[in-house]
């Protein structure tokens, strides 16, 4: 709708046309004042009646005209066609993002009750119990696929991580306990030794130093022990030279030939971990992972590190943290016929929910469109701890088109 200028603009604006207009611009006889008044009287009119329309003209040629005597731009392609309805949209979209793309990290430790974790709003550490039924929640939902990360006792930690194998430790118990309530999810577990290691470190250490072949050792009895335990997934996130193919020969050797390896393909010493440090307490002892996590200025080096995955068994390759490396993510699955994965890390999860809580941010609409990001990019799998959350948005989304 055109916004008609105010009266004394356009009064202005007629004074001014007409004393341009005039031969003369002496006012000194009463007719040339009176032919002068009728002058700014009309032009005034005609400006109120078309605005500055009249002043500012397209230029001829710039614009054809069309059989009804509009302006027509003579283009035969418009995208704008595929926008112009909510159902055409839909109907034309690339990308769709289901409960299905999700897996729920759970927190779990040996505790009676359940813990916040304050650097990770909305995430506690959860009691078995708890943890059972966080995933049969989840599960209502859509969400099918879970991994347990846990919170080791101090007492029980040390240099080589020997309880990583225990197999009556907390995580083969999890296992146990959410193959027995959800016989048809999908239960995954992290291969690492850091919430097991008094260091820290994802690794062995000796003299300020990770052991490389030592470690994945240790590596492959913990994927036994959670093979036997039930686990469908292991996913060995310690970034250690060679240990997929170990890994996938220990369990093979065991007659685990149908777990599947969902390697950490491509993790960066990334400064978006924090909160899920704290979440485990597993802050490095000391130093940092960059002498094996990836350097976040690397983005091809994520090549060697995929095409060694994928020769040594690898099922899944993943890319860690997610938003910052969405440009690693498109160079593995443009590289790999293998499913993509991408870890929606605590640091992400958390600004967003900072962000929210400070109402910068819609977080339900930003939420979703970070994790149709990731699948956009080419992820066909997310682990994220929106997972329930977003599952429920989706389905209360689904159920209104309906």
């Keep these: 709708r055109r916004t008609s200028p105010n009266k004394m603009s356009l009064a202005l604006l007629a ?15 009463t007719g040339t ?21 009249s002043l500012t003209k397209v230029a001829d040629g710039v614009l054809a005209r069309n059989t009804r005597g509009g302006p027509w731009v003579e283009q035969r392609a418009r995208p704008r066609r595929n926008r112009k309805s909510a159902a ?53 939902y859509g ?5 347990v990360f846990p919170k ?3 007492h029980l930690k040390t240099n080589r991580g020997e309880e990583a194998y225990n197999p009556d430790g907390i995580v083969p118990r999890a296992v146990r306990m959410l193959k027995e309530a959800l016989p048809d999810s999908v239960v995954c577990t992290d291969v690492a030794l850091d919430p097991y290691s008094s260091m820290g470190h994802d690794g062995i250490v000796e003299d300020g130093k990770i052991l490389n072949d030592e470690t ?40 685990f030939t149908d777990v599947s390896i969902l390697a950490y393909t491509a993790k960066y010493a990334s400064a978006y971990y924090g909160p899920f440090r704290d979440a485990l307490d597993s802050h490095p002892g000391f130093g940092d992972k960059k002498t094996y996590q990836q350097d976040p200025a690397n983005g091809r080096e994520a090549y060697i590190e995929a095409a060694l995955d994928e020769l040594e068994g690898a099922d899944i390759l993943l890319v860690k943290p997610g938003l910052p490396y969405l440009d690693v993510i498109l160079r593995l699955r443009q590289s790999t016929h293998l499913p993509v994965a991408a870890y929606h890390v605590s640091g992400e999860y958390s600004m967003l ?6 109402g910068w941010l819609d977080e339900r ?38």
């Design 33 to 53: 004042a009176s032919r002068s008044a009728a002058s700014t009287i009309l032009a005034t009119a005609e400006l109120e009646r078309t605005g500055f329309d």
């Design 353 to 358: 929910k900072a962000a929210a809580e400070k």
């Design 88 to 140: 055409v949209r839909k109907m034309v979209r690339e990308t769709t993002l289901s409960p299905a793309n999700f897996i729920y990290p759970l927190f779990i430790h040996e505790e009676e009750t359940n813990t916040p974790i304050l650097s990770m709003p909305g995430c506690e550490r959860h009691t078995l119990e708890s943890m059972v039924n966080e995933a049969k929640d989840a599960w209502q």
């Design 152 to 154: 080791v006792p101090d």
């Design 216 to 255: 994945i050792e240790q590596l492959c009895k913990q994927v036994v022990c959670q093979a036997r335990a039930g686990s469908d997934v292991v996913a060995p996130s310690d970034m250690m030279d060679g240990r997929v193919g170990a890994i996938r020969d220990a369990l093979d050797a065991e007659g």
């Design 15 to 29: 004074t001014c046309c007409t004393s341009f207009s005039s031969p003369s611009l002496s006012l000194s006889t």
């Design 143 to 147: 969400v099918k696929s879970f991994i």
């Design 365 to 402: 609409a930003v939420a979703l469109e970070t994790l149709l990001g990731f699948r956009r990019a080419g992820a066909d799998i997310i682990l994220t701890y929106y997972a329930k959350q977003a599952a429920k948005w989706l389905v209360e989304d689904a159920q209104s088109e309906i």
